[in-house]
Nanobody, 124 residues
């Protein structure tokens, strides 16, 4: 069974940066396609970014393209989300997720493994 644990969330002013980490245990991270999702209060969960097993291919939601970067270090069993130029509308609980299949998917239902989430709050 895969366990995913996010960290790195917090409170930051608009324009600031945060780096989220997602540590995996129970499985080798390199066997999973990984994604980040977020859910703001009163809103549905939405796709943020994803990366293939090798790290060679990434995909981003239009709302974060050019500001967020997803990366992975399979040797450390960790996936990262570097978030720059943060905006108040980025405020949400951020979740990392993993799937066994190699393709990138933007739908949460395609991911079998989820972390507990980390809160990101961006003040104006």
């Amino acid at each position: 069974q895969v366990q995913l644990v996010e960290s790195g969330g917090g409170l930051v002013q608009a324009g600031g940066s945060l780096r989220l980490s997602c540590a995996a245990s129970g499985r080798t991270l390199g066997s999973l396609t990984m994604g980040w999702f977020r859910q703001a209060p009163g809103k549905e969960r939405e796709f943020v970014a994803a990366v293939t097993r090798s790290g060679m291919i990434t995909r981003y939601a239009d709302s974060v393209k050019g500001r967020f970067t997803i990366s992975r270090d399979n040797a450390k069993n960790t996936v990262y989300l570097q978030m720059n130029s943060l905006r108040p509308e980025d405020t949400a609980v951020y979740y990392c997720a993993g799937r066994d299949s190699p393709s990138i998917e933007t739908t949460g239902l395609e991911y079998a493994y989820w972390g507990q989430g980390t809160q990101v709050t961006v003040s104006p």
